[in-house]
């Protein structure tokens, strides 16, 4: 069953940003990567899904349901955290978390307890007095204490340590395991590829790809650059799979895309001072993508 | 109904703070009343100095200032503009209030309707204005009680007391129109106390120019207390004029919310 139906939703604020007939499927139980660079549209994506703003064209269901038109039903069994957290300053956390539970018809107590104790969070402090990170965190609990059934996460680890960082993931892959849909926003590839099974990447308004990260992976460059004792034979490197390749007295770098075992080959046989293997930003990816439209 | 109770809690202390400020007024200028009802003629004489478009902008009635109600209706007159700027204020920061703060996102995310975040916040507010009104009707009461020299129509009392409600809904409804109309209201005391004090001021110059049709411009004029006084009720026509703003009003905002995109 398809969690999230997205068929060629629009959304044009004037002339400015937006996002232009946009179509894709979340399956149940799938962890969903949406990626792309600020500005491209993911926020407005999810805003509509969530019927905080009005699409002009198209149409997305939840649950089979219309998000528009079933929204208040619907919204029972989402979490959402949004990507910058502000809420009723003036109140205690524990307040603002029963507030929240109060929405739900289901006692929230234990499932908001567990979740501050995994997340260390003072639920006796004033939400003024909370730092970017507990914020944060206040987020997370709001969004996850009723047990959704969708998750859907707007550019939810800024602020968060990478020790938080690492005890979220394992929170949502746990939510994951009970039967948890998950749509994941972002723009830092790594974490994506972490956690996700499929990816929609997402640039100027537009779908410009949607795979799964597996197959992302192979098909993406990565970054050599190596240096040598002796300068090399210019050719040494143009094996299958090598591209951009420049030489410097000693000093080569190329993108490889293919088996890296042959490359890895290659490197072992000569004597080699440095290394190193970087993957590609997501900039890169887009190029890459860019490229393949031409 | 857990959207009203967090409402009508965040309104709690602003609620007493204005109700006490309304009735303190009223005990003021009440307080002064037996002094001007003693020497009633020399009062009346120093009025008349007044020139007459003076007397009439300020409220003035030089025939019944000596009297509780004619005194009351002088009063009135700077109770219903606190009073308004009260209400505008509760209006006009109802929904933007949510934007400012960007809780709106966590609000309606929330297995809610627009409508009914809508109702719930507009019955707290309401609900904040009744509970105004009864410490404020309730004070005025007494005083008039205690200072009074004769005996006066107390459904007169009750129903210019009464009309400060009125008003007070007419200007939450106009305050919540305003606030969906322009939807980035960087101030909004800058806002509500620039609307009230422009309606006051119209009113004021109508009176002075004794023009009847500037009393379909402004509230203020809506509920005559001489009429009042005189007729135990209110104007037929001017009460209706103040139920279809309300209700055009709220239309118009229950409208335009419900289609409204709510941007970060």
């Known amino acids: 069953m398809s969690v999230i139906e997205i068929s060629n939703l629009t959304k044009t604020y004037g002339k400015a940003r937006g996002i ?272 393949k439209e031409d | 109904m857990n959207i009203f109770i967090y409402e009508w809690k965040s309104y709690r202390k602003s609620t007493l703070i204005w109700s006490l400020s309304l009735a303190g007024l009223t005990i003021l200028l009440f307080s002064m009343f037996p002094a001007i009802a003693k020497d009633a003629e020399e009062f009346k004489r120093v009025l008349q100095g007044f020139p007459e478009p003076v007397r009439k902008a300020i409220g003035l009635e030089i025939d019944s200032i000596a009297t509780i109600l004619g005194f009351y209706s002088y009063v009135f007159l700077y109770v219903s503009l606190c009073g308004s700027i009260q209400a505008m204020n509760l209006g006009s920061s109802l929904l933007t209030k949510e934007i400012r703060e960007k809780t709106a996102d966590f609000l309606l995310t929330k297995p809610v309707t627009r409508k009914q975040v809508l109702t719930s916040k507009l019955l707290a507010a309401v609900v904040s204005l009744i509970l105004t009104n009864i410490i404020f009707v309730t004070a005025a009461n007494m005083m008039a009680s205690i200072v009074k020299t004769e005996s006066y129509s107390i459904s007169a009392f009750i129903l210019i007391s009464v009309s400060l409600f009125l008003l007070q809904l007419i200007f939450l409804a106009i305050g919540v129109l305003v606030s969906v109309i322009v939807p980035r209201i960087k101030s909004v005391l800058s806002v509500s106390l620039g609307t009230v004090f422009g309606f006051f001021m119209v009113g004021i110059f109508g009176s002075a120019a004794g023009d009847e049709a500037m009393r379909y411009i402004t509230p203020f004029k809506y509920f005559d207390p001489a009429y009042i006084t005189n007729n135990s009720a209110y104007e037929p026509a001017f009460f209706t004029l103040g139920a279809g703003i309300i209700l055009a009003s709220i239309s118009v905002v229950y409208y335009v919310y419900s289609k409204r995109d709510i941007s970060i």
Not at chain 1, 179 to 196: M, P, R, Y
């Open chain 1, 20 to 291: 232009n007939n946009i179509s894709f499927t979340v399956e149940e139980g799938e962890i969903f990567g949406f990626i792309g660079p600020n500005g491209a549209g993911k926020s407005t994506t999810i805003r509509t899904l969530l019927g905080l703003i009005y699409p002009t064209g198209g149409s997305a269901k939840i649950f089979g349901k219309d998000c528009i038109k079933y929204g208040s039903e619907i919204k029972k069994e989402i979490g959402y955290l949004p990507s910058e957290v502000f809420y009723y300053e003036n109140m205690k956390v524990l307040d603002l978390l029963k507030y929240s539970a109060s929405f739900y018809k289901k006692d929230c107590s234990k499932r908001m307890h567990e979740l501050a104790d995994i997340l260390d969070l003072d639920l006796s402090k004033k939400i003024d007095d909370l730092s970017l990170g507990n914020r944060k965190k206040v987020g997370i609990i709001q969004g996850l204490l009723h047990e959704p059934k969708l998750i859907i996460l707007d550019e939810p680890t800024s602020g968060l340590d990478p020790l938080m960082q690492q005890k979220f993931f394992d929170l949502l892959t746990e939510e994951n395991k009970k039967g948890a849909t998950i749509l994941f926003s972002s723009h830092i590839l790594s974490e994506v590829q972490k956690l996700c099974d499929r990816v929609a990447i997402i640039k100027e308004g537009e779908i410009v790809t949607l795979e799964k990260i597996s197959t992302l992976k192979e098909s993406t460059y990565k970054k050599f650059k190596i240096e040598t004792a002796v300068s090399l034979d210019k050719e040494y490197f143009q094996i299958k799979g090598v591209n951009d390749l420049e030489e410097d007295r000693g000093t080569a770098t190329f993108l490889f895309k293919g088996n890296v075992n042959s490359i890895m080959k290659k490197i072992a046989a000569i004597d080699i001072v440095n290394i190193w293997i970087d993957e590609p930003d997501l900039e890169e990816i887009f190029m890459h993508y860019y490229e």
